[in-house]
């Protein structure tokens, strides 16, 4: 059911891969909510040509944009204003990779080139987000940018590897732009913290499959899956949570504030 949650919102949603990620939800989320909006993901990643469909069925435009690349994010949000008629209303950064983790380089034998990368594609691409937006005053007053995280950035997950420490950036980048863009312009920024899904990005974790299961049993409500983070970041979109900015959100079922779980508790007792 839709409320109409979106209407008269522009916005550019990043990230959807295929129709397992998570903006690929967002985005279906909030053309159903009213919303128009462009899509981007980098160059490399439209060659996979799923973006397209997705396009289609959203009657959006697609700007390619390599995230790391400040002269295209200016280009993604100078055409997004053309194309959508004005300033953006909501942002979505949905954007993480690790050579690392793509190579199978362990956390104590990191290569410092693919550690980098891992920063600047998956964290430093969030501030760089921001001041170009900044910069070039291209979101409204009350706009509202959230960014996908997971709590590797407060607990060790050893599987997590580097990820962990660019997501605990991706959060203080939030936090501390959160502040200055609250003063420019009322523009919120958030980050959402979301349960094990399955996607590209996150089966790629080493023992993800293990994990989820873990968290499955831990969580009192069960793993929140793509389609409920959607919904719930479009809530972030609206005019309903203005006043809500600087925070990272935990969208986990309970989780994270589970000790432990009966169900956990009865896998140890079989043992
Ligand atoms: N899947 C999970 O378990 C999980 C849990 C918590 C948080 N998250 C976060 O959610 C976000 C979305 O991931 P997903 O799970 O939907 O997986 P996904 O693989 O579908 O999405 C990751 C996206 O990042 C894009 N990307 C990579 N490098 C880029 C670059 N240089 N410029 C622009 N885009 C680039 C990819 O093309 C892809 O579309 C990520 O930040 C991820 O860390 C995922």
Not at 50 to 58: D, F, P, R
Not at 123 to 132: E, F, R, W
Request: glycine letters at 8%; hydrophobic letters at 40%; proline letters at 3%.
């Amino acid at each position: 059911m839709a409320y109409g949650l979106l209407n008269g919102k522009r916005g550019i949603i990043s990230g959807a891969l295929d129709d397992k990620s998570i903006a690929w939800k967002v985005a279906l989320k909030a053309k159903e909510e009213g919303a128009i909006f462009t899509l981007t993901n980098a160059p490399i990643a439209m060659r996979m040509g799923a973006i397209n469909q997705l396009a289609e069925q959203c009657n959006a435009e697609i700007i390619p944009a390599d995230a790391t690349s400040v002269e295209d994010l200016e280009n993604l949000f100078t055409k997004s204003q053309e194309v959508l008629g004005g300033k953006v209303d909501f942002v979505l950064h949905s954007i993480g990779m690790s050579p690392n983790v793509r190579k199978g380089k362990a956390y104590a034998d990191l290569n410092y080139e693919w550690y980098k990368q891992s920063v600047d594609i998956s964290a430093m691409s969030l501030h760089k987000m921001l001041q170009t937006a900044y910069k070039l005053d291209a979101i409204s007053e009350w706009g509202s940018v959230v960014a996908l995280t997971y709590m590797a950035a407060q607990r060790t997950f050893p599987f997590y590897n580097d990820m962990a420490d660019a997501k605990a950036l991706l959060e203080s980048v939030a936090r501390s732009f959160g502040y200055h863009y609250g003063k420019y312009r009322n523009v919120r920024v958030n980050t959402v913290s979301q349960s094990p899904t399955p996607t590209k990005a996150g089966s790629g974790i080493g023992g993800f499959d293990k994990f989820f299961e873990f968290a499955e049993k831990m969580a009192p409500l069960g793993n929140a899956t793509a389609d409920q983070c959607a919904d719930y970041v479009v809530t972030l979109f609206s005019d309903f949570t203005r006043m809500v900015t600087m925070q990272n959100l935990f969208h986990d079922g309970g989780f994270s504030m589970t000790g432990i779980s009966e169900e956990v508790m009865g896998l140890l007792a079989k043992e």
